[in-house]
């Protein structure tokens, strides 16, 4: 069993940055893959980026493309979320997600943290 701990998000004006966090208690993978998703408020879970063991293969969403970067630091089972630009549609609740290695650009992850919430006020 893996647990997901998000830390980070909050409050704020439209164009800010924020950074979040998210620490794994355990690898049990050995490669894994990592993802942060979102879901707003009446709206599906998307997927936001996902990121290889490696750091080679990073994908974004097109909304988020060139505003959000997303890194980990393998070492400390940590991934992270740099979002720069931020906009009132970027409002949501951000979940970390580690999967096996393999395509990381999937929906299909096997644990999940509880979440961030990320408000962006206009």
């Known amino acids: 069993q893996v647990q997901l701990v998000e830390s980070g998000g909050g409050s704020v004006q439209a164009g800010g940055t924020l950074r979040l966090s998210c620490v794994a208690s355990a690898n049990p993978y050995g490669r894994p893959c990592m993802a942060w998703f979102r879901q707003a408020p009446g709206k599906e879970r998307e997927r936001v980026a996902s990121?290889?063991?490696?750091?080679?293969?990073?994908v974004y969403d097109a909304s988020v493309k060139g505003r959000f970067t997303i890194s980990r630091n393998n070492a400390e089972r940590t991934l992270y979320l740099r979002m720069n630009s931020l906009k009132p549609e970027d409002t949501a609740i951000y979940s970390c997600a580690v999967r096996g290695p393999g395509n990381c650009a999937t929906d299909f992850y096997n644990f999940w943290g509880q979440g961030t919430q990320v408000t962006v006020a206009s």
């Open positions: 990121i290889d063991f490696g750091g080679g293969v990073v």
